[in-house]
DNA sequence: AGATATTTGTTCGTATGTATT
DNA sequence: TAATACATACGAACAAATATC
């Protein structure tokens, strides 16, 4: 199926004037070569063949591939690497990645804290249900080492800062361990949208006791539960929990404002 | 601009995860532009100054310099205008790219049926209580017409799965109208990943008059709680909604898998 | 309307770097 | 260490698009 026309430099296909209205020939190549990924059911891991890339059968310059390449790469579909027997390779696509590639999408228009709890509000009890009795006892081990980091009374505003950085871990953690990998993969993304909003920096560089020991007290429970395989019961528990950190964040907010 | 934040002690703490990837130069060039764009507090429609992409600025060659272009280009963060006065500009991300770039992510573990509604049911009821009473005379009139796109009955299988994506374009029609842009985002991603998985597909091909009216019923229900501003009632119906159509898709996969 | 200038898009040839054997 | 196979990078030239005169 390779070179169906040796001799000629740059033949230019003929459904160029069909397609290439908006879109651009890198984009189109790009999707042509994912469809052929998944079309041939290749795995991660797997070796891109290439010729799937290569000017002959695309019919496009090698720095158009490389174009079309890096369009892949970006979204997380491929790597590169160098050396004999190297090439392009399929990558699965991992959840932090897909993250970063929405950094852009609320660059300009941040979510407001309120607009993200409302989505943990439901979206967290429902992780918490959903792990309920089914966490291995290294799930376990990893969970309380997250909770271990912040049990201890901060000392300075940094290690404020780190701990409540590591109760955000703490649902991180938990997110990882469900069967549900859509429902883990967004309250991730809504953990990092919180992590890296510049307001909720602001707010979890203040010292708060109280609410570090209600959260504590509040993963204590969950992890009980949890343990217990009482699903509703974690489920409530974490309702609660957000309820009042979204209480919390909002009044802090009203404040910080200022 | 290495030195953002003076006062910030952590600037970025704690990176999501460690990248793998060794990063190469295409990459350092784009992130050190975005963050030139978000340090400048260029808004979308802005000229990306063209020193910021030249090889003398940037040590780099055009052709590096047009792969980092690539990269933003790619995240959506950037267009390019040829001719005079052209050149890069920001761009808003919408939802609809940002979209596209998740489609690698579940390419390979795709969520099943029952994931995707257990987090529907949690966030559509969210979502229609939140426009309740808010929508504007224009937004129902597209509603309306999304509605009128399936209120007769279909006569061939291709009218069938023409209405069926109606219906789901109710639903982003609804998350385009909510003020929590967030929750806007997820519902349609949520729906996108209906739309375009194949067990999806085959279900949707066949014909199913009961489930088309009890929908299109919903449907009018929730349009008349949400013209009340009535967001408990707009709550409950939607919550209605999405329990009966999971069922209905629950069991229709049992038998499709056959 | 048409020529022109400006800016991005595409291609080729070649050189360099890197990891394997 | 040397040979290799492959990705990565560079620079010059050309093509296409588009606003202005």
Redesign the pocket.
């Known amino acids: 199926m390779p070179d169906p026309d040796p001799g000629a430099?740059?033949p230019?296909p003929s459904q160029l004037s069909a397609v290439?209205r908006r879109r651009?020939?890198?984009d189109i190549i790009a999707d042509k070569v994912r469809e052929m990924i998944v079309a041939h059911r290749l795995a991660p891991g797997d070796r891109v063949p290439?010729e799937w890339?290569s000017?002959q059968s695309q019919?496009?310059?090698?720095?158009?591939l490389?174009?079309a390449?890096k369009i892949l790469?970006i979204q997380g579909l491929t790597t590169?690497?160098?050396?004999?027997?190297?090439?392009?390779f399929v990558s699965g696509v991992g959840a932090d990645e897909a993250i970063r590639l929405l950094d852009n999408l609320f660059l300009f228009h941040p979510p407001s804290i309120a607009d993200i709890y409302a989505i943990r509000k439901e979206l967290e009890p429902l992780l918490a249900a959903s792990v309920a009795g089914k966490l291995s006892s290294d799930a376990f081990a990893a969970l309380q080492e997250t909770i271990r980091l912040y049990e201890d009374e901060p000392k300075t505003a940094e290690e404020e800062y780190g701990q409540r950085l590591a109760e955000l871990d703490f649902h991180v953690e938990l997110a990882r361990r469900t069967d549900n990998a859509l429902l883990g993969f967004l309250c991730t993304f809504l953990v990092s949208l919180l992590r890296d909003m510049t307001a909720c920096r602001a707010i979890y560089r203040e010292a708060n006791p109280t609410l570090r020991e209600t959260g504590l007290n509040y993963q204590i429970r969950l992890l009980r539960a949890i343990k217990a395989g009482d699903a509703e019961r974690a489920r409530q528990i974490m309702r609660e929990h957000m309820a009042t950190a979204e209480a919390y964040m909002l009044e802090r907010a009203e404040v910080v404002r200022d």
Do not use: D, Q, W
């Not at 019919?59 to 158009?64: F, I, K, L």
């Open positions: 430099p740059t230019v290439l651009k020939r890198p290439s890339l000017p019919g496009a310059s090698r720095g158009t490389r174009e390449l790469e590169s690497k160098t050396g004999p027997g190297g090439g392009v």
